[in-house]
């Protein structure tokens, strides 16, 4: 693909300097200017670290999904089952809502489900004794996913971590580090990041909002070429094309001399080589590829304020399938992951499950089984206690 450059004062002060000369050149000789460079298009990167700089940091989309899907996983509230018996005074719940010195329980949660969401993997560290959990010095800390590799034994299965904090390295057992990853179609440990599916989307987001800032700052024109063409034929001097190019960059760009128009004497002609934002359809493709990017984290465009999605009747509707589709599915399996890891530790089963009751996503669902149950005559009153969980 041929993209165009401005010429031949386009180039930024200490820029393209071979560029400038080629421009010159073209001038002298044929009275027309026009330099065309080979382009290829520049992908992120699918570590942990190019995604949350590029997505999570720099992309307001993603930034949004990410916080809204953490933020509603975190606030689900989870309850504790020693076979059929709920345990509210389970020592894990308590290690749960005050995991370690610096975090708390929604705290603690809303980075696991970042990191599961940035990077595919979440990894968390249990320190202090397998037996007392609940007593001081006992904690859980989340791990950095780029900074945890996967040690495996000679028949492919892992054997532990290692952990890289500055210089050092430090081995992790299996047993002490709890790994919670997401499906990944080919490869046997680590997990597949939801950004990374829209990777395409987010840096088409991305190219489009540095697309529009560069266009203010270019005098919200699109660049082109000017074309010297005097009637009694003859070329611009070298002092003459220097003095061209001062007064344009001086005079002519920048978004406090938008739309100024540009002064030709006799002999120059504008012509415009770049594509119009209703050419490009501009609005259309950020729309889409912010859709996308809702897509692959579950969230549904219209609860973002998307327009063109009418996938939903109402808001109330894209909200409660947020929940159901997308919300739900990751606490769920995440609390299965964390009742093996704490089972273990407390050395007892448990079962950990959300409490929807506390959902208040779900509320109308709530009200219309209960409103069902009470009109329910042929069940007793301990029967519908058990229907709705209690």
Known sequence: MKLPFRLPWGAAPGGFPMAEEKAAAAITAHRFALIAGEGEARWTGRSYGALAREGF??????????RMVSEAAASIGLLA??????????????LIARPNSAMTGPDFLEALYGQLLLSGNAYVESVGSRLQIAQTGNALHL??????????????WPIGY?????AKTRRIALGDLLHVKLFHPLDDHEGFAPLAAAQVALDLHNAAGRWNKALLDNSARPSGALVYQ??????????????LKTELDEGYSGPMRAGRPLLLEGGLDWKSMGLSPKDMDFVEAKNGAARDIALAFGVPPMLLGIPGDNTYANYQEANRAFYRLTVLPLVTRTAASLSVFLGDLTGEALKLVADLDTVAGLAAERDALWARL????????EEKRAAVGY
């Open 57 to 66: 940091m720099k992309n307001p989309v993603a930034h949004r999904c990410v």
């Open 81 to 94: 089952y020693h076979g059929e018996r709920e345990r509210p005074e389970h020592p894990a719940l308590a």
């Open 162 to 166: 290692d952990y890289r904090a500055g």
């Open 374 to 381: 009470g009109a329910a005559t042929f069940l007793t009153d």
């Open 143 to 156: 791990l950095r996913p780029d900074r945890v590799s996967i040690v495996t034994g000679a028949d492919g």
């Open 230 to 243: 005097p009637k009694e034929g003859g070329n611009l001097s070298a002092d003459q094309y220097q003095r």
